[in-house]
């Protein structure tokens, strides 16, 4: 069974800067997705970034040239940088991981993020 913990969320000032982590553990897949979402209450999940192995990651454009996902397999962690931080990116933000093998995807059990003065 996979287990995805997350840690750094909190409360910042605009402008402010957030580094999050998420540590995967159980996995046997050589080639899986890790990634960050949000939610805002009552409103829908969305991505945030996402990273496989080899491949560019994949950012929403609300967050392009602020936030930097990027992993360390041998740690099977993801780390989200986030900086400039804005109100709007208030929400709880959950750590994802998708086994290429089959697909099947994992959540972690989410971290706040409060952006207030």
């Known amino acids: 069974q996979v287990r995805l913990v997350e840690s750094g969320g909190g409360l910042v000032q605009p402008g402010g800067s957030l580094r999050l982590s998420c540590t995967a553990s159980?996995?046997?897949?050589?080639?899986?997705?890790m990634g960050w979402y949000r939610q805002d209450p009552g409103k829908a999940r969305e991505l945030v970034a996402t990273?496989?192995?080899?491949?560019?990651?994949n950012y929403a454009d609300s967050v392009k040239g602020r936030f930097t996902i990027s992993r360390d397999n041998a740690k099977n962690t993801v780390y989200l940088q986030m900086n400039s931080l804005k109100p709007e990116d208030t929400a709880v933000y959950y750590c994802?991981?998708?086994?290429?093998?089959?697909?099947?995807?994992?959540w972690g059990q989410g971290t706040q993020v409060t952006i207030s003065s």
């Open positions: 159980g996995s046997s897949s050589s080639i899986t997705t």
């Open positions: 990273i496989t192995g080899g491949v560019r990651p």
């Open positions: 994802n991981l998708i086994n290429r093998a089959d697909m099947t995807t994992y």
